[in-house]
């Protein structure tokens, strides 16, 4: 009876081993498994480090961007600004330059004698006549 209780403990004590040889098997494979899980969780973690990365280089690059927009748009508008100024200047220039020609038609230089007839008088060569009257009057300057 005690060689039978120690054959059955020795049979129970193999069976045992078997089961914890399983046991460390599947204990090694699920340690295998779990590597493998944190090296891929450590390579999404470096991909979410590179996307957050690109994304806060890609919002300066907008930034610099939009600032640069900014810095057009007021270039534009100063060039607009300045091109109305300009037009504003050109008739402003039109019409002092019509009003110089419709004064200076009023005068006459006259140099000779037979220029004088044009005027109305022949006092002297080299005098400036007011001319243009409908009166056949034409005072001298």
Do not use: C
């Amino acid at each position: 009876m005690i060689q039978h209780e120690i054959g059955r403990s020795a049979e129970g004590m193999k069976s045992g081993n078997a089961v914890v040889a399983r046991g460390v098997r599947v204990t090694d494979e699920a340690k295998a498994i779990i590597d493998e899980i944190s090296k891929a969780s450590d390579r999404g973690l470096e991909r979410v480090n590179e996307i957050v990365v690109a994304a806060q280089q890609q919002a300066t690059s907008q930034e610099e961007v939009s600032a640069g927009m900014v810095q057009i748009t007021d270039v534009t508008r100063d060039f607009e600004d300045g091109s109305k100024e300009i037009q504003m200047m050109a008739r402003n220039l039109a019409s002092l330059s019509e009003e110089m020609r419709s004064t200076a038609s009023w005068f006459q230089y006259t140099n000779s004698a037979s220029s004088a007839v044009l005027t109305g008088k022949a006092e002297s060569e080299g005098q400036l006549y007011l001319g243009g009257n409908d009166d056949g009057v034409n005072p001298t300057v």
